[in-house]
Every structure is written in structure tokens, then in C-alpha cells.
């Protein structure tokens, strides 16, 4: 396999989006952390290099995972459609079913788990800002970036350049990455305590879920389409 150690995780990631599943394992920032270098991105997770470097081999080797390489060559137009179609539909569905088992876990159990009642705070706070945040991005900024690319000459807009509704875009993912690391605090990186029930484990189970799909949204957003939004852009001006 080819060397990672000149490589940024945000590079890695795009090349092979399989290695998406070992920064997860490792809990190595590849979405809005994306710039650092394999080595430096490992030290800042307190992961060691040589073992996750040895993980993406195995994981590559055995061909787990799907595999979204294609979209590194995809229109703007496809892969616009691709993170409302895939992360999006997701992100507003979990939100929909998890709120609810949310509120039910937290009144069950918050009296004798504390934790619980911050937890569901920020979570129905993270909740709040990506319900705003995606329609921000389907009724503003994505189908700017979609006339963008079927025009030959600068296009209009009220924002004026695609640079500050992006700006926008990376402040509030950051903010995203802090209520996700706030809830992993929280629950001890989603350990269960001793006799959980269903309900605290299914709850527990799918928010690690929703996590790692926003993790990888908010790659693709961040590494792939932005960049190439601008670049498209300056490309007309």
C-alpha cells in the first residue's frame, strides 16, 4: 500500500473512503480536522501510527466498507445530490426517531445516570442547529453551486462570493464536532452501565450511528465539495 506519512487524513479519506471506518475506531478527526498530516492527526487522537497504519492496510486488504472514490470526479450537481439523498434524508430521519427515545431514556434513567439530562440537552441543541443548517445549505448554498457549474460566466448571488456562505458552513460543522465530543464525554465514549435496558443500549447503539454518518457528511462537504465550489468559482470570476 502507498505511504500514508506524506499524505493529510483529508487526502487519505478521499482516496480511500474506506479508511473512513479505522479513523472512527481511533477516533481521528478526518472531517473538520481533514488538513492535518496522517502522523500529526494519529498524536492528536493518542493513537499510534504504526498501529492505525497497519488497521488501513487490513481494512483495505479485505475490501470492507463502501466505497465512494467515485465521487472525488463527480459533478458538483451529483455530489450535492448524493449528501442530500444519502446524509441528509438520514440526519432528519435519525433526528425524528432518536429525539423521542432521547426524552424516554433520559426520564427513565437520568435520576440515577445525571449524565443523561446534559446528554439529551446537547443533543436537542445539536438537533436545533443541523435542522437550520440543512435547509441553509438546500435552499441557499446548493443551488448556487449547481448554477454555478452550468454557467460560463460569473453568477449572481446575494451573499455575493460563494467564500462566505462556505465560511458559514465550516463554522457551524465545527460546532457540530463539539456537541459530538461533548456527548462522547458525556457517556464515556457510549459505555453502557451495568444492566442497562433495551432502550438505553438501542439509544446508545444509534447514536454512535448518527455520529459516524455525520462525520462523513460533513467530510465530504468539507474536503471535496467546498474546495471544488470555490474553485469553480474563482475559475468564472
Request: proline letters at 4%; hydrophobic letters at 40%.
Amino acid at each position: 500500500m502507498q505511504s500514508l506519512s506524506d499524505k493529510t487524513v483529508r487526502e487519505i479519506a478521499l482516496e480511500m473512503p474506506i479508511t473512513t471506518r479505522v479513523f472512527e475506531k481511533f477516533k481521528i478527526d478526518y472531517c473538520c480536522r481533514g488538513h492535518n498530516g496522517f502522523a500529526d492527526a494519529c498524536r492528536l487522537a493518542g493513537a499510534d501510527p504504526a498501529l492505525v497504519a497497519e488497521s488501513i492496510e487490513q481494512t483495505v486488504a479485505a475490501g470492507m466498507g463502501d466505497d465512494t472514490a467515485w465521487l472525488n470526479g463527480a459533478s458538483l450537481r451529483t455530489l450535492t445530490g448524493y449528501i442530500v439523498d444519502k446524509h441528509h434524508v438520514f440526519t432528519r430521519d435519525e433526528i425524528a426517531s432518536l429525539t423521542p427515545l432521547m426524552a424516554k431514556v433520559a426520564s427513565r434513567h437520568g435520576e440515577r445516570h445525571p449524565e443523561l439530562i446534559e446528554l439529551a440537552t446537547v443533543f436537542n441543541e445539536l438537533c436545533d442547529e443541523l435542522m437550520q443548517h440543512l435547509l441553509k445549505e438546500e435552499q441557499i448554498l446548493f443551488p448556487y453551486v449547481e448554477k454555478l457549474e452550468r454557467s460560463e460566466s460569473p453568477v449572481f448571488s446575494c451573499f455575493g462570493t460563494v467564500h462566505n456562505p462556505i465560511r458559514m458552513m465550516l463554522s457551524e460543522h465545527d460546532s457540530a464536532g463539539g456537541s459530538l465530543r461533548r456527548m462522547r464525554e458525556l457517556t464515556n465514549d457510549y459505555a453502557l452501565p451495568e444492566g442497562a435496558c433495551p432502550s438505553y443500549a438501542a439509544l446508545f447503539h444509534r447514536l454512535e450511528g448518527f455520529e459516524r454518518d455525520l462525520h462523513r457528511h460533513i467530510h465530504l462537504e468539507n474536503n471535496l465539495l467546498f474546495p471544488k465550489a470555490i474553485e469553480l468559482e474563482e475559475r468564472t470570476i
